[in-house]
């Protein structure tokens, strides 16, 4: 693919970025609500998972993808990955952007996810399963916080459920074990949980099994559906942006490792077929 950052006013698809396939299920609910737009998605499964990695090593990383997709035509990127979203996400906006365009906007997950649950939970206690990565970087608690500060926060790290999902054994019975281990993990750290936030966006593909495990009366919240609604929010608060976001309805999908691998891997997350074009990052 051609490097065409030099047009900076000409209209580009939004970007959408993501270390693996879960960035899909994110991918998938932007893309019902708003339907009109172009978009680039780079899954960076070359390098996955991110999850155990170190901040400096998450942010080079998805710097790097961000780089990318701005040089193909992309003014808005969309992080739609939780680690990214809490390790690389705050120093991009803040060291990256300023020095690249004042047009250029990268926006995460995590808050949008947040801002959702004061009108859900009712106990005022929330529950979060997530990767090792995203529960050591606090990024919930700390929103949420920031947003509800009555909001009592408990997080789960559930390290084997991206590789349930990935290797297609997230329907088996033997998957079972591990998601009812974890959600039982959670609950009986803090019995008034009323709402789990599902902060990976792999977990959607667990969601009727985790729903077995969890009790009547308990909400599990996926990010997709939060996401979509807060992008539709900011690009009409956002005109200047949106006039930048090209609006033919194109979709295109680049991996930084195999194209094959990755085209039958996603077309599990999205139940169609499509076409994968493999990039390498500099």
């Not at 580009?12 to 879960?22: E, K, M, V």
């Not at 991996?255 to 076409?275: G, K, P, V």
Request: charged share 20%; glycine share 6%.
């Amino acid at each position: 693919m051609k490097d065409i950052s030099q047009n900076k006013n000409v209209a580009g698809p939004i970007g959408i970025f993501d270390s693996g396939y879960g960035g899909l299920t994110i991918y998938r609910e932007i893309q019902e609500l708003l339907p009109q737009y172009n978009y680039l998605y780079l899954g960076d499964n070359a390098r996955t998972p991110y999850g155990t990695r170190s901040f400096g090593v998450v942010y080079e990383f998805t710097r790097q993808c961000v780089k990318y997709l701005f040089s193909q035509g992309c003014h808005l990127v969309i992080l739609a990955c939780n680690t990214a979203s809490a390790k690389a996400l705050r120093s991009i906006q803040q060291i990256d952007l300023p020095a690249i365009s004042s047009q250029k906007r990268v926006l995460g997950i995590i808050r949008p996810t947040v801002e959702t649950i004061g009108d859900i939970t009712q106990s005022r206690h929330v529950g979060v399963l997530a990767t090792e990565g995203t529960i050591k970087s606090n990024s919930y608690p700390l929103e949420i916080q920031k947003l509800f500060p009555d909001i009592v926060v408990t997080g789960e790290a559930c390290p084997m459920w991206v590789p349930l999902v990935e290797t297609c054994e997230h329907k088996s019975p033997g998957a079972d074990y591990f998601i009812k281990r974890h959600v039982d993990n959670l609950l009986s750290r803090d019995s008034q949980i009323d709402t789990i936030i599902l902060g990976c966006t792999h977990y959607p593909m667990l969601i009727e099994k985790i729903k077995q495990y969890v009790p009547q009366g308990v909400k599990v919240l996926t990010q997709g559906a939060a996401v979509a609604a807060s992008l539709k929010n900011y690009l009409a608060r956002h005109p200047e942006m949106d006039t930048l976001c090209a609006k033919e309805g194109n979709r295109v999908f680049c991996t930084t490792e195999s194209d094959s691998r990755f085209c039958e891997q996603a077309s599990r997350f999205l139940e169609q077929h499509i076409d994968v074009q493999h990039v390498t990052l500099d």
